[in-house]
């Protein structure tokens, strides 16, 4: 099945800052980076989040933004990830929880829509302890909401914890990069420190090469006519 898969950078900044999705508890822990079709080499790093307070609550750790689309494209798709993962104690009821949408790439953060969302503990697993850290994973056939992206439009991931009336203040740790050779697998409580990923079960950028596409690199002055589409 056409898919891509996005790997999750630990170190690339954005230079876009849009708002953070409302249905997020806290955010005062998270932070922005770029997430790209390709592996970048950044280390493997466990990012850990304090769970403060004993009552329920969906925290975020990253907001990532893809690079801009080149076409404008119909969501409606299938949503994996696979992101390596652990509780301080089990009494942190810590929970692998998302945010998927489209918003416009003009700075000015228009949300499009979402694509899917999942904050809740249906269909996840508790985190394992920090002895036992291992992956929890999202496997959706198919997204919730049909989303239309244009052309300069980004997809922006936000990835936390759910908290679900955790017995005291705890943390828990997502690791996230790109630099192992392997890819974690779309399998629960695999144990190996691998990539982790998400994946959206359509083409997103076409047969764009984004890992050497920069927009000077055609002109017109290099031999292409200005009524030329493609050659």
Do not use: H
Request: net charge neutral.
């Amino acid at each position: 099945m056409a898919k891509t898969r996005f790997y999750l950078n630990e170190s690339a900044a954005t230079t876009l800052t849009p708002a953070f999705d409302g249905s997020w508890e806290q955010t005062g822990q998270a932070v922005r980076r770029m997430m790209y079709p390709y592996k970048s080499n950044t280390t493997l790093t466990g990012m850990t989040v304090t769970v403060p307070t004993t009552t329920t609550q969906d925290i975020l750790a990253r907001q990532y933004q893809s690079p801009p689309l080149r076409a404008a494209i119909n969501f409606k798709t299938s949503v994996q990830m696979s992101i390596r993962c652990s509780e301080s104690l089990a009494a942190a009821n810590a929970y692998l929880a998302f945010v998927l949408r489209v918003i416009s790439g003009d700075g000015q953060g228009t949300v499009r829509g979402t694509i899917d969302s999942r904050q809740t503990t249906t269909g996840a697993t508790e985190f394992p302890t920090t002895a036992n850290a291992a992956t929890r994973i999202w496997d959706i056939a198919a997204s919730a909401n049909t989303i239309y992206g244009q052309v300069g439009d980004i997809i922006v991931f936000e990835v936390g914890v759910r908290a679900n009336s955790p017995g005291s203040a705890q943390s828990a740790v997502l690791t996230f990069g790109d630099n192992n050779a392997n890819d974690l697998p779309l399998t629960s409580a695999n144990t190996n420190n691998y990539n982790p990923w998400l994946d959206l079960g359509m083409y997103c950028f076409g047969g764009f090469d984004l890992q050497n596409w920069t927009p000077s690199a055609l002109r017109v002055g290099d031999g292409m006519g200005t009524t030329e589409r493609f050659r």
